[in-house]
């Protein structure tokens, strides 16, 4: 299942390498596990996922599905997606 950033944990090398802060995988924003995901991060990594957390706070399964996308907490965040793929994805949405 693909994590609230868009990434497709099955598929994530990180995970298959280093393991997964969240254990067993991220969850969409809109899961009702996404809360309990978000601390385990937290927890885990000692700071906050705030991709996750603005998911779960604008009730967005998916930041790829939020008008905002791609936002301010991407480009923060410095990760999964890099600043060159933020801003190509911005162009192909038509916003400045």
Sequence with gaps: MPSACGLACEVCGIRERVGC????GCVPGTDPKAPEKAEKFKAAMGQACS??????KNKVDYCTRCDQFPCDVHYA?????????????????GKK
Excluded: N, R, V, W
């Design 21 to 24: 802060p969240f254990g067993d």
């Design 51 to 56: 991709i996750l957390e603005c998911a779960i």
């Design 77 to 93: 965040q410095g990760g999964p997606y890099s600043k060159q793929t933020l801003d190509m994805l911005k162009a192909m949405l």
